[in-house]
């Protein structure tokens, strides 16, 4: 239909698309290298999950933005092939792609396939318009950009239906079933009376601006968040395994290249600089972000798009300090590069609390939180900056092994009076019990390590502690940056484990799970981790544990709070449930439970720090359970020794301790055996003064 005019357009546009490319793909190579093209099968196993079948799109609770957005991307597939032989027939008008010959019976599917995308597509671009100009949802970002690509979709499905319209007309077929878009568009011509010439006009004018807005909006892509259209099947595909956040990264701090966290953009990795190229600004990270919605100045949304831009300003000093071979000249070069900290302040990556919501929420994977975890490092690591109450968990653990500083000799005094079998005693076990500091230390929480081992020894289990031989495993530690501090506590945690031959470890904090789990492999240390809940569904299934009603519960309604680093990080969501089922009790759910359960706050170490800025995130859940439980209140069933501490905290600080009390799963399934439970609603220990951040640290 004109191949000097399609070669030109091909010509200009191509290499002008290649030049960006090559623009954005430098400063990628110059970065951090990591694999990413391990495990295959699972790799490929997640992109047709995420990718191709965009999963995370389809979020009940906004379904129709998602399935929009579903729509359009089904288009673009099936669109391609009609791409391609519309730049075909510009070079030989009758080009048609093998087996799709336009009367073939395979051509005919494809054009029905093809017609239903494109009224699908152009429906869903209205729809999307509609959104940014009318209804304005808090969580999208309403750039000129996001009008532009929807004019350029709609202009695209339009300009499609013109060049088949008029070809129909043309050919004496006014309408037919495999070509409903066509057949629209060609009763519109008539409808308007139009002579065959002006047909033929706007037929061949549809082709050649569809064939324009093709290459523009290829053009446009690597410019603004739509470059995601490019980049996102590739990072779904490259995402981290396991998620980065379960297992953070192990620094290396021994050797002449040393790892101290991030300081500028050169110490992020090329996958991270992927990462913020494919963020499309949709806003699902900050929608139950504990710390977003509490009024915090943390959206990854805007933290991935400040980067981008850093990152794009900075690609050409990035790419000469790669290939720069003198030390000297690299380090001053990487001198020379603004601080990160300067482009996502302190206040933002000192404010998560790694619940890991946004990484569950992101449609194309993205790892927002070890760059945090990261920005935190070289700030403990090297410069010493971080926040005055985190001295305190540092020295705490530094000295007697747990955060809170309490002599490390005093850690077996919870259980003086148990005679519990020690890991030293030579005995052989099954179960590793490691208790964990708040589980040795915390006045609450040592009631519920009593009811743990109630439940054990009512089962039968073979366990033994390592009592005053256990020390903290440093999971605070490091995920307040101090990695230094915490490879000496997992170091010495393996230590201990291998040198008695653990294979099967128990914790009570989800927290203590995580790090044994995925972080320790990174040491040497290689254990079966259950949590406690797990156990307790694992015993009741064999028969070994038969609980019968739980007198502690006091006949009142129940609901859970998922820990985040269990049900999110671990997707241990069902065991809890049923340790509770076989107690009788019959939940009632928070509206955001399992996978999708909010934050009770204290994650990533931000237990020990101050809320200073917002509302709380704990009286924020403490609200959504009250409104679970009703009127007349009733109890918060937790996994987790932080879940415990803050929820009791926002009960308390919202004058609910009458009402709502907070008992671990534990203590419910150990009442239920028949012994004297947990403190019961009027018990003081259960209402004594409210906790503060203080009593934390
Ligand atoms: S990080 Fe993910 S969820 Fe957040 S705005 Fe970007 S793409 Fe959306
Ligand atoms: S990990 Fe949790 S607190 Fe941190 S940014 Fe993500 S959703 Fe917010």
Redesign the pocket.
């Known amino acids: 239909m004109g191949p000097l005019l399609t070669a030109t357009m091909l010509l200009l546009a191509g290499g002008f698309f290649s030049f960006t490319m090559l623009r954005r793909v430098a400063p990628l190579l110059a970065l951090r290298r990591v694999n990413r093209l391990d495990h295959p099968g699972e790799r490929l196993a997640g992109l047709l999950r995420f990718g191709i079948g965009q999963r995370r799109m389809l979020d009940p609770e906004e379904i129709r933005p998602g399935l929009m957005h579903v729509v359009i991307f089904a288009a673009f597939l099936v669109l391609a092939l009609r791409t391609i032989t519309l730049f075909g027939m510009g070079f030989a008008e009758g080009f048609h792609l093998p087996l799709l010959a336009p009367a073939s019976p395979f051509g005919r599917a494809y054009g029905l396939a093809k017609d239903v995308m494109v009224l699908g597509a152009l429906a869903a671009a209205v729809g999307f318009l509609w959104r940014r100009l009318v209804s304005k949802p808090d969580r999208v970002t309403l750039s000129w950009e996001g009008n532009v690509i929807l004019g350029f979709i709609a202009g695209l499905m339009v300009t499609d239906m013109m060049f088949d319209g008029a070809g129909m007309l043309a050919a004496g077929e006014p309408s037919s079933w495999w070509a409903p878009a066509g057949s629209l568009a060609a009763s519109a011509y008539s409808g308007l009376g139009l002579s065959a010439g002006a047909v033929s006009v706007l037929g061949l004018g549809g082709f050649w601006v569809h064939l324009a807005i093709v290459l523009a909006f290829g053009n446009l892509l690597p410019y603004g968040k739509h470059f995601h259209i490019i980049t996102a099947l590739l990072n779904v595909y490259l995402r981290a395994l396991p998620p980065g956040a379960a297992a953070l990264r192990k620094l290396d701090l021994e050797s002449e290249a040393a790892d101290y966290g991030a300081q500028s953009m050169s110490d992020l990795s090329w996958k991270e600089a992927l990462d913020v190229y ?9 929608t139950h972000c504990p710390t977003y919605v509490t009024g915090k100045p943390l959206s ?2 805007e933290v ?1 798009r400040a980067i981008k831009h850093h990152l794009i300003e900075e690609a050409p000093r990035l790419v000469a300090l790669s290939r720069a071979r003198d030390p000297a000249a690299r380090e001053a070069a990487a001198a020379e590069l603004p601080a990160l900290a300067s482009i996502v302040p302190p206040e933002t990556f000192w404010a998560c609390t790694t619940c890991g919501w ?1 990484e569950t ?4 994977l ?1 790892e ?1 939180i070890p760059r945090l975890i990261d920005l935190r490092r070289r700030k403990v690591l090297v410069d010493s900056e971080f926040p005055d109450e985190v001295a305190r968990v540092f020295k705490g653990i530094e000295t007697q092994g747990n955060p809170w500083g309490i002599g490390s000799n005093r850690r077996t005094e919870w259980c003086e009076d148990l005679a519990l079998p020690r890991a030293s005693d030579g005995q052989g076990f099954e179960y590793l019990f490691f208790v964990g500091c708040a589980g040795a230390f915390d006045d609450r929480q040592k009631k519920v390590s009593r009811a743990i081992v109630r439940i054990l020894r009512e089962a039968g289990v073979s366990f033994a502690i390592l009592g005053e031989e256990e020390t903290c495993n440093g999971e605070a530690a490091r995920r307040l940056g101090n990695e230094y501090l915490y490879q000496t506590q997992a170091a010495a945690t393996v230590e201990k484990l291998n040198g008695y031959g653990v294979k099967k470890v128990l914790v009570q904090c989800p927290h203590c799970l995580n790090t044994i789990q995925n972080e320790l492999p990174q040491f040497g240390g290689h254990y079966e981790v259950v949590h406690h809940t797990q156990l307790v569904a694992q015993l009741v299934a064999a028969g070994r544990l038969r609980p019968g009603r739980a007198p502690v519960l006091d006949g009142q309604a129940v609901t859970f709070h998922d820990p985040c680093y269990l049900a999110r990080h671990n997707g241990v969501n069902q065991a809890p449930r049923e340790a509770l089922a076989s107690a009788g009790i019959q939940l009632s759910e928070m509206p955001r439970n399992r996978r999708q359960g909010f934050c009770c706050g204290a994650g990533g170490g931000r237990m020990w720090l101050e809320e200073k800025l917002g509302t709380r995130v704990n009286h924020s859940r403490v609200e959504e359970a009250a409104a679970t439980l009703g009127e007349s209140g009733g109890v918060v069933a937790v996994g987790c020794p932080f879940c415990m501490t803050m929820l009791r905290d926002g009960v308390n600080e919202t004058g609910r301790e009458d009402k709502i009390r907070v008992l671990d799963v534990a203590e419910i399934v150990a009442s239920s055996l028949g012994e004297q439970g947990p403190p019961t609603r009027s018990s003081p220990a259960d209402v004594e003064a409210p906790p503060t951040a203080a009593r934390r640290s």
Do not use: D, M
């Open positions: 494919s963020c499309t600004e949709c806003g699902r990270c900050q990854h949304k991935n946004c929420a992101c449609p194309v993205i927002n």
